[in-house]
Nanobody, 119 residues
């Protein structure tokens, strides 16, 4: 089995910063693309940022210039540095990873971590 465990969420004032971390563990051959998604109350889950194994990144327009995604392939970890946070960034943030197990690649999700940005 594979587990994704997020950490680093919390309550922060607008303009502040938080860093999320996600660790993948278990029966893993290779961790391919990793990413962060978020879901605010009453809204659909949306992409925040993704990063390929080679380091290519993609960001939602709403976070460009404020958030930075990075990863450590040796540790099977992905990070999300969030700066200049806004109240509209409030959501549950989920880690996602495409993981190769043997000859099969599957998408896995973490349990989510709450980020709350106050005025």
């Amino acid at each position: 089995q594979v587990q994704l465990v997020e950490s680093g969420g919390g309550l922060v004032q607008a303009g502040g910063s938080l860093r999320l971390s996600c660790a993948a563990s278990g029966h893993i051959s290779i961790v391919d693309t990793m990413g962060w998604y978020r879901q605010a109350p009453g809204k659909q889950r949306e992409l925040v940022a993704t990063i390929t194994r080679g380091g290519f990144t993609n960001y939602a327009d709403s976070v460009k210039g404020r958030f930075t995604i990075s990863r450590d392939n040796a540790k099977n970890m992905v990070y999300l540095q969030m700066n200049s946070l806004k109240p509209e960034d409030t959501a549950v943030y989920y880690c996602n990873a495409d993981i190769l197990q043997g000859y099969t690649i599957r998408a896995y999700w973490g349990q989510g971590t709450q980020v709350t940005v106050s005025l």
